[in-house]
């Protein structure tokens, strides 16, 4: 876990501090798959900012994931760029002005990049944009294998709806 000190800061109002940081990572969970960042560990660049009335905290890297296609559960690799701002106010009055991920002046990267990334990952991971996905016949690869089953073997549905259309 990366976390950083701001004890050892102490900046005054006005001022502030840049640090290049190496960040580990931790695998997500998205739909049900598991996705790897790759190298997990990554270079990250931290800026904490002091205002008068609190603190400012921004980071910034990118990343890459591995992990299963969405349609077709092969592999599937996706870069995501972050760049995430947390605030904490000198005396806060709401918990909106306080961030999570700083504790007795400890700041856990580590998890604030987990959620970051969390938050920038598209709803789907797919191999490519126009990946064709699997068969929903028979489940084969159809980026692979393309193919059509012939019609007599439709679903059923599909040939009630025929039927009705005969008839209109
Ligand atoms: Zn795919
Ligand atoms: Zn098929």
């Given at each position: 876990m990366t976390s950083f000190n701001l004890r050892r800061l102490k900046l005054r109002p006005g001022e502030e501090h840049r640090e290049s940081l190496e960040v580990d990572l931790e695998p997500f969970?998205?739909?049900g798959q598991r996705y790897v960042p790759v190298p997990e560990q990554v270079p990250a660049e931290l800026v904490v900012s002091r205002a008068t009335t609190g603190t400012l905290f921004s980071l910034a890297f990118g990343t890459r994931l591995h992990g299963?296609?969405?349609?077709c559960l092969g592999d599937?690799?996706?870069d995501v760029e972050v760049a995430a701002r947390e605030y904490q106010a000198s005396s806060p009055e709401a918990e909106e002005l306080t961030t999570p991920y700083l504790i007795n002046d400890?700041?856990?990267v580590s998890a604030w990049a987990r959620d970051a990334?969390?938050?920038a990952l598209p709803e789907t991971i797919l191999c490519r944009a126009d990946c064709a996905g699997l068969c929903p016949e028979c489940g084969k690869n159809l980026n692979e294998e393309p193919h059509e089953h012939a019609?007599?073997?439709g679903?059923?549905?599909w040939e009630a709806?025929?039927?009705l259309r005969d008839r209109l």
């Open positions: 969970e998205l739909g299963p296609c969405y349609r599937a690799v996706l400890q700041l856990d990334v969390a938050l019609e007599e073997h679903d059923p549905r709806l025929e039927a």
